[in-house]
């Protein structure tokens, strides 16, 4: 059967920018985003064309923000899709090339992130699971000392993002998405687990277990839907066919960590 034609809307760099603006996306603002590329409609350029327009929008003071994760770095014992055969394990741990922020792809964040972290003059944190890209006047500031035992905590991004005054967009995405709610869980009573991947040390590649939060985004949609209609913070509005959620990321944190000390109890 032949391909269907595309349904739209049809989307440009200046037309997506036009709306990212009219959405309240502010020229200077620092602007962590989750989104989803299919939702916006057919979009020319693809997701460079998206990158372009979110920068339009944040402008030359501004700073793009985005999650740059490569799940694959971790321990094989943990896959579940697809898991691999136990006697495999050992040798995975061995083989894994250490994380390096310049090459290791995103996974499981969509096409945008790819295109923000091979973005000239972006820069990228330094934990080989849960890293963050940004460009722009701040993206050092936000990115740099991710801590190895802070995968979304005090230590990561999502603590700089939260100092910076930053707002997420979720544009097109859930917010089963939303990476700010996990810095939440580190401040809330709650299970640790081990951790580990392969990163490079100044002894050379090493296979790495450290002593972690458990972090899970289950309940992050609800928690969400609290929280908007607890607050007047979140700004809605329309880019592409997609919906968008614009807040403070310290509004969302400050409820998701009120949200899940009564709805993730933890016996201490």
Known sequence: ???????GPLCTRDS???????AG?????????????SALGW?????????????DAVGRT???????????NSDPAEWENPPVPPEWWPEIRASMPAYDPRTAPTRGVGVLPETVRTWPGAVRSAHPQTSFAAIGP?????????????????????ARLEEAHARVLLLGAGYGSCTAFHLAEYRVPGPEEDNSFA??????????TVRDRSITDDGFEELGAAFESATSA???????????????????VAYATKWLAEHRPHPR
Do not use: C, N, Y
């Open 199 to 208: 990163v490079m040390t100044p002894e050379g590649r090493r296979w790495l």
């Open 62 to 72: 501004g700073t793009l923000v985005v999650p740059t994760q490569s799940s694959d």
């Open 234 to 252: 979140v700004v809605r509005g329309r880019v592409g066919a997609a919906d968008v959620r614009l807040f403070p990321l310290a509004d969302a």
């Open 1 to 7: 059967m032949p391909t269907p034609p595309p349904t």
């Open 25 to 37: 996306v502010k020229s200077g603002e620092t602007l962590l985003v989750h989104t989803s590329l």
């Open 138 to 158: 701040r993206a050092t500031e936000i990115t740099e000392g991710h801590a190895l035992d802070h995968r979304l905590g005090e230590h990561s991004p999502l």
């Open 43 to 55: 979009v020319s350029g693809g997701p460079v064309a998206a990158v372009q327009a979110l920068l």
């Open 16 to 22: 997506l920018a036009d709306q990212l603006r009219a």
